[in-house]
């Protein structure tokens, strides 16, 4: 039998790691071109689970391991990124958006690597000592996104897509791939200010 306690880090460890599986994955259909769609819905779901377990083990734990609000706040805020990038996989196919532009592509990979290291960092939620360098590469990875972010809306509107309708598609998949890289900086913090909260 797992400690309540310990219970409610193994939940947000493989919460997580779903987060980084699902960036991984759509970071990878954004390099090949290909539709990963079907297993990005399976791991909303999987996450969707994971949030309610830790929302009903919160609620039956008299003292948890921290503030009952931050659990509910950070279980939220991780479904909330692999729901983001399951929604870019559907818009992607929803649009038929190919090819993929190489911004759409540097920002998967700007994804991915924000996964890897929310990870790491809610593996180290409770060694505030070793959470800084994961975190500041979040902080670094969405000041690359919104360089690129930036770079790509120029290019979009300088004329250099197909037509009107191809504009459209990308610069709404453009504003949800940034909103998913806003969203990773965002746990990034609540990650820190519940260390510092617990230490």
Not at 35 to 47: F, I, T, V, W
């Amino acid at each position: 039998m797992v400690p309540r306690a310990a219970r409610f880090y193994e939940l947000f460890e493989k919460e997580a790691a779903l987060v980084s599986e699902s960036l991984r994955l759509l970071s990878s259909s954004l390099l090949e071109g290909k539709s990963e769609h079907p297993r990005l819905r399976e791991l909303e779901h999987e996450c969707d689970d994971v949030a309610r377990d830790l929302y009903n083990l919160a609620n039956v734990t008299f003292t948890p391991p921290m503030d009952p609000e931050d659990i509910l706040r950070l279980a939220h805020a991780l479904d909330g990124i692999v729901d983001l990038a399951e929604e870019v996989s559907d818009k992607l196919d929803l649009y038929k958006a190919a090819p993929t532009p190489n911004s759409a592509k540097r920002l998967g990979q700007c994804l991915a690597e924000a996964g890897a290291a929310l990870e790491n960092a809610v593996r180290n939620i409770e060694n505030p000592g070793a959470l800084g360098p994961a975190l500041h590469e979040v902080h670094r990875i969405e000041n690359d996104g919104d360089r690129i972010t930036r770079e790509a809306l120029q290019q979009l509107f300088n004329g250099n897509q197909k037509g009107p309708a191809e504009v459209i598609k990308w610069k709404d998949l453009y504003d949800l791939l940034e909103a998913t890289i806003d969203q990773c900086e965002s746990v990034a913090e609540m990650i820190e200010t519940i260390a510092v909260k617990n230490s």
